[in-house]
Nanobody, 114 residues
């Protein structure tokens, strides 16, 4: 019913930037909260940022002032602008849509290395 697809991951040097995109499709009739999470084999899944109706945003402390979550002009499209990336930011990044039930994408890999 609802599909969530992430894109934009890749390899970047420390201090560099990437923009992740997320597109949700299916039975979506309003601006549901959408969020980004990340996970590595060594660390449990971490919440990164959320955007809610009205553009209200929240961020995990470890990405404040470096990452920006925003909605696109297309309905239920969300971006994560990641600046000043650090090696610890390397992870699989997942997008979610919360319609009461949480829908997850399959992730996009971000690598941060020289």
């Amino acid at each position: 019913q609802v599909q969530v697809v992430e894109s934009g991951g890749g390899l970047v040097q420390p201090g560099g930037s990437l923009r992740l995109s997320c597109a949700a499709s299916g039975r979506i009739f309003s601006d549901y909260p959408m969020a980004w999470y990340r996970q590595t084999p060594e660390r449990p899944r971490e919440w990164v940022a959320t955007i809610r109706s009205g553009g209200i945003t929240n961020y995990a402390d470890f990405v404040k002032a470096r990452f920006t979550i925003s909605r696109g002009s297309a309905k239920n499209t969300v971006y994560l602008q990641m600046d000043n990336l650090k090696p610890d930011d390397a992870a699989d990044y997942y997008c979610t849509l919360d319609r009461g039930l949480m829908y997850w994408g399959k992730g996009t890999l971000v690598s941060v290395s020289e």
